[in-house]
């Protein structure tokens, strides 16, 4: 276990999110099936297992590295034991074209914390042992994380650290066959996008190749920004791919709350990515010296649970 990852700072149970009165401790008893078929080769429908009606998947993003990189595993511990399924967890990179101020400000505490690709994938190999549910899809910048470095070399350090799935950001489109095949190579499901407007080209190719599951963009911007989606654009664009991939589709941009996301199960998805809202508890808990990680479990606890006190 690298330096800064101490045993200690992974209990089973440390900083878990609340449970209500009386409701099952489901994060401690597992469902077998459930849980063999969220490990049954990283790909398809078992990304988001545990989903069913009125429960939804939930994808929350983080930066590594912020909260601070050490505080990584007591955060994927939280929500290990908690009611989320996919971490996805980004390498830092400045100045993204496609975040708002809210993520562009945490990746910048990463980034000046000295928070390297390495140390991330460090981290995540010394707290993977310990999870039993939760997964990790990785997302990294290819101009700033991925130049220069062969890419099959890349892919299987993703793999081989325990990430489940890859989002591989601003990869130009002269290399995604070969980002596609050096992923099967590796045995790696990939996360693909496309937006709500995409052409149906651009779309097709999205499903085609998602693995570990499909991001679908709610709408243009930046992430963080409060543009309401067009419903029925968002409707027939969730229905032409969930007819085009056996893969999850998650919805992302514009999502903040349980009511977000219950309009978004509505409308035919899969999961929900929720991004800038986590993202600015994390950063008002720093602001104001209160742990982060707490701060972040309170948050995800509303998403599931709404009547639960925050902290």
């Known amino acids: 276990m690298p330096d800064g990852f101490p045993a200690a700072r992974m209990p089973g149970r440390a900083r878990g999110l609340p449970r209500p009165p009386g409701a099952p401790d489901t994060a ?99 707290l993977r042992p310990r999870l039993r549910r939760l997964r990790i899809a990785l997302l990294a910048d290819w101009s700033h994380t991925v130049k220069g470095r062969d890419l099959d070399d890349f892919t299987r350090s993703v793999a081989d650290a325990g990430c489940d799935g890859l989002l591989l ?11 596609y095949d050096a992923a099967e190579r590796a045995g790696l499901p990939l996360v693909t996008t496309c937006y709500a407007v995409s052409d149906p080209a651009t779309a097709a190719e999205a499903a085609r190749h998602a693995s570990a599951y499909l991001y679908l963009v709610a709408h243009y911007g930046r992430s963080g920004t409060t543009a309401a989606p067009d419903h029925e654009r968002l409707a027939a664009a969730l229905g032409t791919l969930r007819a085009a991939t056996r893969a999850p589709v998650a919805v992302g941009f ?36 209160r742990d982060p990680v707490e701060a972040f479990a309170s948050f995800v606890a509303q998403l599931r649970h709404p009547t639960l006190p925050t902290t």
Do not use: W, Y
């Open 28 to 126: 401690v008893r597992a469902d077998p099936a459930a849980d063999a078929a969220a490990r049954d080769g990283g790909s398809g429908p078992g990304f988001f297992a545990r989903r069913r009606p009125g429960r939804p998947g939930l994808a929350v993003f983080v930066n590594a590295g912020d909260p601070p990189l050490d505080a990584l595993p007591d955060l994927a511990a939280m929500l290990d034991d908690g009611d989320v399924d996919c971490l996805e967890l980004a390498v830092p990179f400045p100045d993204s074209v496609t975040d708002g101020p809210v993520i562009r400000r945490s990746a910048d505490r990463a980034l000046a914390a000295g928070v390297t690709l390495d140390g991330v994938l460090d981290a995540v190999s010394a």
């Open 169 to 179: 950001h601003g990869l130009p489109p002269r290399l995604r066959d070969a980002h």
């Open 254 to 289: 514009g999502v903040r709350t349980r009511a977000d996301i219950a309009v978004l199960e509505k409308l035919g998805a899969d999961a929900a990515v929720v991004g800038s809202a986590g993202v600015s508890a994390i950063e008002q808990a720093l602001d104001t010296g």
